[in-house]
């Protein structure tokens, strides 16, 4: 089945940039997402692209996406102690008639003053 | 954007009692929800689709009479979790369907402690 990989964990220190990848196997994927998810929260859609974009930016974010070797990543520019949660990214393919999320393992991002 | 809320946000259980939790979208009809079932440090599993007016459509190896689903108007679905055990203790989140574009918006989730 598809898979979605993510790092564990990310420590960055405040004002510095934050970039979190993730690598995908569905070569099918038509959407990809990052959400965030605070402690005891449920899921926050942060930004998505679409398969073939390459890049969108908004305000902090820019996600950059390549197809090729199926690699996705979130860049937060000036990191901020808010921004600490587990992001997780998640794609959605032609499984399930594009309703199924497959997600990542998420990582848990750690802003330190 | 669009609010989904969950209910209760936490509960505990003895074992062998049945819980419901219950999933509302506020400001919109949905007419597609999703069950999520999140372990410790771990990501979020599809549970089930749950459709409106029909069955919830079930993924591989969860337990249809385990997991009741029912969808009963367009903004509530409920998951039971029948015979509640100490293994069915997670974090169960639900999201629902803006129309057809794809965006989820999901609950502040559910924590299921079985005792």
């Known amino acids: 089945g598809e898979d979605v990989e993510q790092s564990l964990f990310l420590s960055v220190r405040e004002g510095d940039s934050s970039v979190i990848n993730c690598t995908y196997t569905d070569s099918s994927s038509t959407y990809l997402y990052w959400y965030k998810q605070e402690p005891g929260a449920g899921l926050q859609l942060l930004t998505y692209i679409f398969s073939n974009m390459d890049m969108k930016q908004d305000q902090r974010l820019t996600v950059l996406l390549n197809k090729k070797d199926k690699h996705l990543s979130l860049r937060i520019a000036d990191t901020q102690t808010g921004d600490s949660a587990i992001y997780f990214c998640a794609e959605t393919g032609l499984t399930g008639g594009g309703n199924k999320l497959t997600f990542g393992t998420g990582t848990q991002l750690k802003v330190e003053l | ?115």
């Open chain 2, 1 to 115: 954007g669009a609010v989904v809320s969950q209910h209760p946000s936490w509960v505990i259980c003895k074992s062998g009692t049945s819980v419901k939790i219950e999933c509302r979208s506020l400001d919109f009809q949905a007419t597609t929800m999703f069950w999520y079932r999140q372990f410790p440090k771990q990501s979020l599993m599809l549970m089930a689709t749950s459709n409106e007016g029909s069955k919830a459509t079930y993924e591989q190896g969860v337990e249809k009479d385990k997991f009741l689903i029912n969808h009963a108007s367009l903004t509530l679905s409920t998951l039971t979790v029948t015979s509640a055990h100490p293994e069915d203790s997670s974090f169960y989140i639900c999201s629902a369907r803006v129309g057809d574009t794809g965006e989820l918006f999901f609950g502040e989730g559910s924590r299921l402690t079985v005792l």
